[in-house]
Every structure is written in structure tokens, then in C-alpha cells.
């Protein structure tokens, strides 16, 4: 009896606040098991770094012009995932997964890219990203934004991922810190621009348009040398 009477009571007082239960959907359930995951079973370290915006934006106007016209131009993100792709290509540690007494080094880049829709995050992969053009990164990604958006994602396209990245930069952030999406070794967070003052050749101060990319990583697999050693080949 004094438990059904405290649940009755608690079912009141929800609706005397107008409380109102928002069901998770399947993703984001699955997102909920892996972060709780992530949280409990891994011990994670952040890394970030700052980079040249202006060098990136000069680097993505000379790409896009040299596309041709009927193409996807070619977004932050799309560029980022490739650049990133060059850079694990030097580091494969940071793709890479434990596995008890072993860390399991994945013999292809299948890059999970986080998405917002209107139903919630998703976060679906592209395949073999060192094998593709950054014009193909970037149809890719209008491809899986589209269908994510009209919920027509399949099972095949959130599998095998191997890193992730997620870009915040065109919502204002200028600074996060993302959490491991097990089993992968590491995700990258990349935020937007911002001016920074630095001191220049001639000791004086000048501003500077930089942005921060951050690593979050397993520590059972890395450690901080090797974080900063890969963003220093990414930058």
C-alpha cells in the first residue's frame, strides 16, 4: 500500500507541474547505452589545439574552385574529415580499438560524423574515407544528411565506424570537449572561429582568426604525446 501510494502521488504531482514524457527514439537510445558506456568503462583525456581558420577557409575556396560547377561544394566538415583522414594515415593508433591485452589497429577509416535532425543526433558513417576525394567526403555527406533528415538511414550506414568527428562550429561553439564513442579509440570535436591575439615576428600583438579542434581519446590506448603529435600533423 505506502508503495502504490507514493507512485500515485508522484504520477500527481507530474501532472500538477505539466510534465510532459518525451519517448527516446531507437538512436537516440542507442546513444544514451553508448555515452553511459563511454562514461563507465573508459578513462578519457582531452587534447585541443588551436588552428589557422583564415589558412583553412583560403585551403576550402581553392578546392571548391577548382570543382566543377554541377559538383557539391565542399563544406568545413567535408574538408575537416579529410584532413583528418591524411592525418590518421601518419597516426593509426588513434584508429584503433582495445581489446584487453591488445589494441586492435582498423585497417581502413570509416568515419562516424555526427549530425543533428530534427528527431534527434545521429551519427552515420562514411566508409574507406582515405580512399575518397574531398568531393567525394562532401557528396557523401549531402547524401547522409539528406536521408538522415527524411529518417531513411539504414543499419548499414551506422556500422564498422572506426573514428568520429563532430562539428559544432556552425552553431557558435568555440569550445568542447566530446565524449569517446566506443569502442573507437578517439573522436575529434571541432569548433568555430574566433579571434585570438598572438604575439608576431615583430614581438607585437596581432589578432589572429584561429579555431580549436579537440581530441578526446582512450587512455588505455593513448596518451597525451601521441594526441598532440597528431594534431600537430593535422594543423
Do not use: C
Request: aromatic share 4%; glycine share 2%; proline share 5%.
Amino acid at each position: 500500500m505506502p508503495i502504490a501510494s507514493t507512485t500515485s502521488a508522484a504520477s500527481s504531482s507530474r501532472e500538477a507541474s505539466n510534465e510532459s514524457r518525451l519517448p527516446l527514439t531507437m538512436a537516440q537510445k542507442t546513444m544514451a547505452t553508448r555515452m553511459l558506456q563511454s562514461a563507465r568503462d573508459i578513462p578519457q583525456f582531452s587534447v585541443s589545439r588551436d588552428l589557422d581558420s583564415d589558412q583553412l577557409a583560403t585551403l576550402r575556396a581553392r578546392t571548391n574552385a577548382a570543382i566543377e560547377v554541377e559538383k557539391t561544394r565542399v563544406s568545413v566538415t567535408a574538408l575537416m574529415i579529410w584532413l583528418t583522414a591524411r592525418a590518421l594515415l601518419k597516426h593509426p593508433r588513434l584508429n584503433s580499438r582495445f581489446d584487453e591485452d591488445a589494441v586492435i589497429l582498423y585497417g581502413s577509416i570509416n568515419m562516424a560524423v555526427a549530425m543533428e535532425t530534427p528527431y534527434g543526433l545521429v551519427v552515420p558513417v562514411i566508409q574507406a574515407v582515405e580512399k575518397l576525394s574531398v568531393s567525394d567526403i562532401a557528396q557523401a555527406l549531402k547524401d547522409l544528411a539528406a536521408r538522415a533528415a527524411a529518417k531513411r538511414l539504414s543499419i548499414r550506414d551506422f556500422a564498422d565506424a572506426t573514428f568520429t568527428i563532430s562539428n559544432l562550429g556552425m552553431l557558435g561553439v568555440t569550445s568542447f570537449r566530446p565524449m569517446v564513442n566506443p569502442p573507437q579509440a578517439a573522436i575529434m570535436g571541432v569548433s568555430g572561429p574566433r579571434i585570438s591575439v598572438v604575439i608576431d615576428e615583430k614581438d607585437k600583438l596581432a589578432p589572429v582568426k584561429t579555431m580549436e579542434v579537440t581530441i578526446t581519446a582512450d587512455h588505455r590506448i593513448l596518451d597525451g604525446a601521441e594526441v598532440a603529435r597528431f594534431l600537430q600533423t593535422l594543423v
